[in-house]
């Protein structure tokens, strides 16, 4: 079993900073990838960034250059620090871990960002 919980959601003007935390506990060694999701009102659930075992990372299109995904050593948190916001990016944000063809989740944080 894998824990994860979401910290760092709010209230952010465009242009603004936000960085989302996502504390791992259980199997850690067993994830093979960690990933940032968000879902906003009447959309979808999509894909912003992951990032795997060995550190490499993916993101959406609509982030990049934005958004960075990072670990700490331990691999018992992930984060995700977002620049230049935009009120596109108001969602709810969801930490995913994946351990072989099984996904965990968080219980999401909001992020807003007014224009």
């Known amino acids: 079993q894998v824990h994860l919980v979401e910290s760092g959601g709010g209230l952010a003007q465009a242009g603004g900073s936000l960085r989302l935390a996502c504390a791992t506990s259980g199997k850690i060694r067993s994830i093979n990838v960690m990933g940032w999701y968000r879902q906003a009102p009447g959309k979808e659930r999509e894909l912003v960034a992951v990032i795997f075992g060995g550190g490499d990372t993916r993101y959406a299109d609509s982030v990049k250059g934005r958004f960075s995904i990072s670990r700490d050593a331990a691999q018992t948190t992930t984060w995700l620090q977002m620049n230049s916001l935009k009120p596109d990016d108001t969602a709810v944000y969801y930490c995913?871990?994946?351990?072989?063809?099984?996904?965990?989740w968080g219980q999401g944080t909001q992020v807003t960002v007014s224009s």
């Open positions: 995913n871990g994946r351990v072989g063809s099984v996904n965990y």
